[in-house]
């Protein structure tokens, strides 16, 4: 069915004039896909971390926005049970008595014994969720190529979803420019995402490896949405992107996400 379109207005490229338009069919498709990318691309990337996590021997739990992980037996230790009980019984640690304060540092040191914090592990599992993220975005961008090279004569439902899976990417830019707003905004001064944590663990600056990846991802999304997706699309796909995109991330960590969770 030929999809409805209104436009909106006249643009000059300086060889003629082209009429952006949102074709409304479409356009609905696009928030749709939008919508279910931002949730599927936050829990993969999760995923992603849980994958290494289990793989170096680790118990791990995922959350609609975060995953956690312990070692084997973690959970069940009575000496983690009566810890966190306190926490449980009292609230926030300035609320306990100078008795319960001793208590607790005294179970947290036995815990910290028991299970101590490998560093190394921990660097591999927090580059499994921005890895896990850019392989998606590389197998979106092999199916494209592929389809290109072999002279695809129409965009047909395996472009659309090779075009969502490269740009699963752009969380990469998103989390740099949110990270960025609240550092001018609110002074923010320490940051404890994926790529920032990645940056202090190599010993760099802690925005090196989030503005690195950030520019990868702006230059891939740049590419795909102005080089890839079919033109008579392409306004409707931006402005469906933004409308999927902020609607998704709003109702799953707001609504859908704590609910499933």
């Known amino acids: 069915m030929k999809a409805h379109t209104k436009s909106l207005f006249l643009y000059n490229d300086y060889k003629n004039m082209i009429r952006l338009q ?29 994958a290494v996590a289990e793989s170096l021997g680790y118990e791990t ?28 019984k009292h609230g926030d640690y300035d609320n306990f008595t100078d008795t319960q304060k001793r208590v607790s540092n005294l179970l947290f040191d036995k815990i ?12 591999y599992i927090t580059l499994g969720g921005p890895a896990q993220t850019i392989l998606t975005c590389f197998i979106g961008l092999f199916i494209l ?19 969502f899976l490269s740009l699963f990417i752009l969380r990469e830019v998103f989390n740099t420019v949110m990270a ?15 790529e920032f944590r990645i940056s202090r663990y190599l ?10 990846t950030a520019i990868l991802g702006a230059i891939i999304a740049s590419f795909v949405i102005f ?13 469906a992107g933004f409308v999927g995109s902020i ?11 704590p609910w499933l969770f």
Do not use: C
Request: hydrophobic share 40%; aromatic share 24%.
């Open 22 to 50: 949102i074709h409304w069919t479409y356009f609905w498709w696009f928030v749709l896909g939008f919508f279910i990318a931002t949730i599927v691309g936050t829990q993969t990337h999760e995923l992603g971390h849980i």
């Open 61 to 88: 739990k995922l959350n609609y926005g975060s995953m956690s992980y312990n070692h084997q037996g973690f959970s069940r230790d009575e000496d983690v049970i009566a810890w966190r009980k306190l926490f449980e």
């Open 112 to 123: 910290k014994k028991k299970y101590p914090t490998n560093t190394t592990y921990s660097f």
């Open 145 to 163: 190529a592929y389809r290109t090279n072999n002279r695809q004569e129409y965009f047909k439902l395996l472009d659309w979803f090779a075009v």
């Open 180 to 194: 960025g707003a609240s550092y001018v905004i609110q002074g923010t001064s320490y940051f404890s995402g994926d």
């Open 203 to 212: 010993g760099l600056n802690s925005w090196t490896i989030p503005i690195l």
């Open 227 to 239: 080089m890839i997706v079919p033109k008579k699309y392409r306004f409707s796909f931006i402005f």
């Open 247 to 257: 609607s998704g991330y709003i109702l799953w960590f707001d609504f859908f996400g």
